[in-house]
């Protein structure tokens, strides 16, 4: 009898609480009303008064009293039904935690006792589900321990088992599903090692054996990965070399092989490929002097020349083309000074031919 007399007084108040949100939402004014002018806005109301924006004369004193009575009222209304509910909620939480038998619905009981927790024990009530929840979870976990079989749930069980680490021996349990995890890992890049047939395939197996921190041999199967990927990419760039006919082909198949860290005969290919680069280099830069037109291009020339570290000529080449440099500035300042740009003398003023070797300009 006195469940439903305290629904009823719940009811009961959430109706005053709806009642007096509508009555705030639609605030009236009679002298608006009669006006014809809503209540709400102020720059047409009849009246004005002070504010920013101004509130109507008519309504001005009432205005915010009236907000804050409703609003207190709410209030005092909202926690009167809390009041109301706790002694039901509490009384409906403990027959469920009676009939309770998985963790999920500890869990969840105990979210709802923290939300009353200021009723008679119920704050105490929380903890007691929470240790039912956290048992139950353990139990669970430790038999799905038992019936796993891929390394993806012995993660999935480490996670759950570190939720809760500080259960029993929870966070034992969780290392130890780690471990397992890992281990299946193992088993399973060792047998896609076996299956691997390029490069690229060996590499991902030498990051993912890399990861793995409690298996003693990942290491070195690491290593083992990463041998037989530039033992592949080795023998890509040896046939490369063969087709190589220019000097940066050579050039760029150079820093591959230094790259190559395994391979005992990759830095004496590198080498090779140096050697190699360096005539089709003299050649191109020998065949660049012919066009080149500034002194920036020129210049660039002599740099590259004086890199190939006495190449033949190539001192000499680079002492020509710093001389066609010189020339090349040395001629746009005299045009620039109004002078013939082949020797420098003054220009005829009508013909623009040059007074001492004749060049028309």
């Given at each position: 009898m006195s469940s439903s007399i305290e629904e009823m007084a719940i009811e009961?108040?959430?109706?005053?609480?709806?009642?007096?949100?509508?009555?705030?939402?639609?605030?009236?004014c009679a002298t608006c009303d009669n006006r014809g002018v809503?209540?709400?806005?102020?720059?047409?109301?009849?009246?004005?008064?002070?504010g920013s924006p101004p509130v109507p004369t008519c309504h001005r004193f009432d205005n915010w009293n009236f907000k804050r009575a409703i609003e207190t009222q709410i209030s005092q209304l909202e926690a009167q039904q809390k009041r109301l509910e706790e002694p039901l909620i509490y009384d409906k939480l403990c027959k469920q935690m009676s009939s309770a038998k998985?963790?999920?619905?500890?869990?969840?009981?105990?979210?709802?006792?923290?939300?009353?927790?200021?009723?008679?024990?119920?704050?105490?009530?929380?903890?007691?589900?929470?240790?039912?929840?956290?048992?139950?979870?353990?139990?669970d976990l430790c038999n799905a321990m038992n019936t796993t079989t891929t390394s993806q749930h012995y993660r999935n069980l480490a996670m759950k088992f570190r939720e809760i680490s500080t259960y029993k021996n929870a966070s034992q349990k969780a290392a130890e599903c780690e471990r397992l995890a890992e281990s299946l890992t193992y088993d399973e890049l060792c047998k896609e090692m076996n299956a691997a047939?390029?490069?690229?395939?060996?590499?991902?197996?030498e990051r993912q054996f890399l990861k793995l921190t409690t298996c003693q041999d990942a290491r070195s199967k690491a290593a083992e990965c990463k041998h037989f990927a530039e033992s592949?990419?080795?023998?890509?760039?040896?046939?490369?070399?063969?087709?190589?006919?220019?000097?940066?082909?050579?050039?760029?198949?150079?820093?591959?092989?230094?790259?190559?860290?395994t391979c005992q005969d990759a830095k004496s290919k590198a080498a090779e490929c140096t050697r190699l680069a360096k005539p089709l280099l003299y050649s191109e830069l020998c065949d660049k002097i012919d066009t080149a037109t500034t002194s920036i291009q020129c210049r660039e020339l002599m740099m590259q020349f004086?890199?190939?570290?006495?190449?033949?000529?190539?001192?000499?080449?680079?002492?020509?083309?710093?001389?066609?440099?010189?020339?090349?500035?040395?001629?746009?300042?005299?045009?620039?000074?109004?002078?013939?740009?082949?020797?420098?003398?003054?220009?005829?003023?009508?013909?623009?031919?040059?007074?001492?070797?004749?060049?028309?300009?």
């Open positions: 009961k108040a959430k109706n005053e609480i709806l009642k007096l949100q509508l009555m705030l939402s639609n605030r009236t809503p209540y709400g806005d102020c720059p047409w109301s009849p009246d004005q008064g002070r998985i963790s999920n619905d500890y869990q969840e009981l105990a979210e709802q006792f923290h939300e009353i927790s200021t009723y008679k024990d119920a704050s105490q009530k929380a903890a007691e589900c929470e240790r039912f929840a956290k048992s139950l979870l353990y139990d047939k390029t490069s690229n395939d060996y590499q991902q197996l592949l990419i080795y023998d890509g760039l040896c046939k490369e070399m063969n087709a190589a006919n220019t000097s940066s082909d050579y050039q760029k198949l150079e820093k591959q092989f230094l790259e190559l860290t004086r890199k190939m570290c006495n190449y033949n000529d190539s001192e000499e080449k680079a002492a020509e083309c710093e001389q066609k440099a010189r020339e090349i500035e040395q001629s746009q300042e005299w045009k620039n000074m109004g002078r013939c740009y082949r020797c420098g003398g003054k220009l005829s003023f009508f013909s623009r031919k040059c007074k001492s070797c004749g060049h028309k300009n």
